[in-house]
Structures are given as structure tokens and as C-alpha cells.
């Protein structure tokens, strides 16, 4: 199962963009990129998944280089309620759930 | 929408006491999860399901248990709770469709082991 390594934790403005990058460095070949968002006391929520290039909803996007060792997920122009604990997770199944980033979103 | 319920929010229980912990879902859903997240933690898998009357032994499976009796409905049991099992509890459900997973969580239930 491939490891993950994102950030803890990053500090944002209302409005601003945020860009949370995850690397993967032994993902394999039929393994998915996903993103959960966690708030507390409630359980993660699936916000968007990939396997190369980009991928955009009406959420966020996930750009993911040719080599797939790395992605980033991209939230436009954030708010005080995305302030969430986001999780990277690479797999086809059994996911592994790291710390994740928590990203804290200032007025 | 695909819908994770859990039977408790809360709850409270004495060491050596046996804990179930429900989970149902309604999307017809073959792979069920059971997750606990401790602060600093993350989230880690205890056991997991593909099927009815199946059962797999997650990272952390030590002091606990499970039952699959019908696809919809995955259980957690603490057979003699102890106060190291105060966490939060996470159960998710998935179908795994061409190699691509996604999991949906319930709302967790907090317990505590005194």
C-alpha cells in the first residue's frame, strides 16, 4: 500500500486559493488518488478523486503530474468553513488514513 | 445519497463492561469498515468486511470484534471494554467499482471507557 506525505497543517485567508500537495512516491499502477475532508466530530467526506492529470468539481481540483508521484489538491478562494482536516489517500482498496493537513482559514 | 448511520452519537460504559456498535447502510454497499481516530493519530482501520459473514482483520484488531450477519449492517464489539478504547469511532462503507473506492462515513460515535 503506497505511503502518503502531506503537510500537518497550513494557515489561509478567506478568499485566497489553497493548494495542499501530497507525495507518493511507490504509488502503484492501478492505485486512485482520493481527498476526504474531516471537520470535527463528523466522520470524512469524499471530496474528489483521480488518477493523472486533472480532475475538477465543484469542490476543488486535483492536478496529478505525469509520473503520479505527487497531487495536489486546489481549493478556490477558500472560506472560514473550509477550515477541515484533509486527508490524501492512495489505493484501490483499503485505504490508509495518514494525519492529514489541517488547514485553518482566517477571516 | 448514499447514507452512514451509526446507532450512537455518545456513549459512556465501565472497563470490563461489552460494548456493540452499530453500523448500517443503505447503499447496498458489499465493503464495510471499522475505524478509530485518537488525536494525532489519524484514522486507523480495526476491521473490515467484503462481504456478509466475512471479516478482516484491520491494523489494530486487538481487544475487539465484529459481525456480518447481513450485507447492510457491520458491528463492533469490545468484548471487555478498557479505558485505552476511549476514541472515537468511525464506520465507513464502499463498493468497489473498476478499481476505484470511495468511502462514506458515518457521523462517528464517541466513546468513553471509564
Known amino acids: 500500500l503506497a505511503k502518503t506525505t502531506q503537510p500537518i497543517s497550513m494557515d489561509s485567508y478567506e478568499g485566497q486559493e489553497v493548494n495542499i500537495t501530497c507525495s507518493h512516491n511507490?504509488?502503484?499502477?492501478?492505485?486512485?488518488i482520493t481527498w476526504y475532508q474531516q471537520f470535527p466530530s463528523q466522520g470524512p467526506r469524499f471530496i474528489i478523486q483521480?488518477?493523472?492529470t486533472k480532475v475538477t468539481n465543484e469542490v476543488a481540483s486535483l492536478f496529478i503530474p505525469a509520473d503520479r508521484k505527487s497531487s495536489t489538491l486546489s481549493l478556490p478562494r477558500v472560506s472560514l468553513s473550509d477550515t477541515a482536516v484533509y486527508y490524501c489517500?492512495?489505493?484501490?482498496?483499503?485505504?490508509?488514513f495518514g494525519t492529514g493537513t489541517r488547514l485553518q482559514v482566517f477571516p | 445519497d448514499v447514507k452512514v448511520t451509526q446507532s450512537s452519537r455518545y456513549l459512556v460504559k465501565r472497563t470490563g463492561e461489552k460494548v456493540f456498535l452499530e453500523c448500517v447502510q443503505d447503499?447496498?454497499?458489499?465493503?464495510m469498515f471499522w475505524y478509530r481516530q485518537d488525536p494525532g493519530l489519524g484514522l486507523r482501520l480495526i476491521y473490515f468486511?467484503?462481504?456478509?459473514?466475512?471479516?478482516e482483520k484491520g491494523d489494530i484488531p486487538e481487544g475487539y470484534s465484529v459481525s456480518r450477519e447481513k450485507k447492510e449492517r457491520f458491528s463492533l464489539i469490545l468484548e471487555s471494554a478498557s479505558t485505552n478504547q476511549t476514541s472515537m469511532y468511525l464506520c465507513?462503507?464502499?463498493?468497489?467499482?473498476?478499481?476505484?473506492?470511495?468511502?462514506?462515513f458515518g457521523p462517528g460515535t464517541r466513546l468513553l471507557v471509564l
Open positions: 483521480g488518477y493523472k
Open positions: 489517500l492512495v489505493g484501490a482498496d483499503k485505504l490508509i
Open positions: 511507490n504509488i502503484a499502477t492501478n492505485d486512485y
Open positions: 468486511s467484503y462481504d456478509v459473514k466475512m471479516k
Open positions: 465507513a462503507s464502499s463498493s468497489l467499482t473498476a478499481g476505484q473506492e470511495t468511502q462514506y
Open positions: 447503499m447496498d454497499h458489499e465493503n
